[in-house]
């Protein structure tokens, strides 16, 4: 298997918290150490870079708690860069901050005309774009996505509000193969899944419980929360190398390394 270089954005988290409840894995009246999710955050920075994967940094913005999910930053293919749009008014000034970096950067850019939050729920797997929706980005965001990248747009239900973006549901392991955990999808969607993918890994929902599916794979190294141990042994029987990390901290807001992670493609930088 083929490791592919990636390119990604990350936000550190200086100003991390839990100063709001917006997804079930979120307790404001619980302790957060931000200190603690800073180190965690530079050792997924490290082991990217270990891998040799180029790291660029959009400066975090004081008052906005989880730009570190950049993820929810955009979506970026081609060169082109579509902004978002967030769901919730707390997370609705991330939206321009990285707007205005994926103009710096040279990207070409597209608006939202929906609720859109970016690659958490929009995933490229080799020619086609699955597009999460049920509970953040509107079903309507997912005929512009087709629009703006000429890829065609599968829609993914999500059903279960402890997986409420796609990236926490399902990862894309290379061109053709993906993991994901079979009940956080409808019945549909499941059995779209299982036509389009059919050695695809599934997910016990104790790997899906510790956030283990919020991987980032470069089509030979998956990294991915240490906790799903199961998930791991299962991408290793398959061939691919596992890469354990420690996000504990960031996951007291319902976020793991994919969430901590903008992938991309093509642009200024990659040139
Ligand atoms: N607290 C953030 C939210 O609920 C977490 C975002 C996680 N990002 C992701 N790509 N799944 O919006």
């Known amino acids: 298997m083929d490791a592919t270089r ?3 954005l990350m936000c550190r988290p200086t100003y991390f918290a839990v100063d709001y409840a917006i997804n079930p894995w979120m307790d404001p009246t619980a302790p957060v150490d931000t200190e603690l999710a800073i180190r ?12 040799g994967h180029t790291v660029e940094e959009i400066a975090p913005v004081p008052g906005l708690p989880d730009m570190v999910f950049a993820a929810n930053g ?50 490229l797997v080799g020619d086609l774009l699955l597009a999460g929706t049920g509970f953040r980005t509107a079903h309507a965001s997912h005929a512009q996505l087709q629009e703006v990248f000429g890829y065609p747009v599968v829609t993914m239900q999500l059903v279960d509000p402890r997986f409420y973006h796609l990236d926490t549901a399902l ?16 019945p549909g969607s499941q059995a779209v899944l299982r036509r389009l993918f059919p050695d695809a890994v599934h997910a016990t929902m ?12 470069d089509g030979r190294h998956v990294v991915l929360p240490a906790q799903a141990t ?21 996951r007291k807001a319902g976020g793991g390394p994919k969430c901590c992670t903008l992938r991309l493609r093509q642009g200024r930088a990659s040139k």
């Open 6 to 8: 990636q390119h990604f």
């Open 40 to 51: 965690q955050w530079e050792q997924l920075r490290q082991v990217y870079r270990d891998l």
């Open 74 to 123: 955009g979506t970026v293919i081609d060169g082109k860069a579509m902004a978002v749009q967030f769901r919730d008014p707390q997370r609705a000034d991330e939206a321009p901050a990285y707007r205005a970096w994926f103009e710096a950067a040279g990207f070409e850019l597209y608006d939202p005309k929906h609720v859109n939050e970016g690659e958490g729920d929009v995933l």
């Open 171 to 186: 990862t894309v392991l290379d061109e053709r193969t993906v993991a994901y955990l079979p009940e956080a999808f409808s």
């Open 206 to 217: 104790a790997d899906a419980e510790v956030l283990g599916l919020n991987a980032v794979s």
């Open 230 to 250: 199961d998930l791991a042994a299962q991408l290793r029987d398959r061939g691919y190398e596992t890469i354990g990390v420690d996000l504990s901290e960031l």
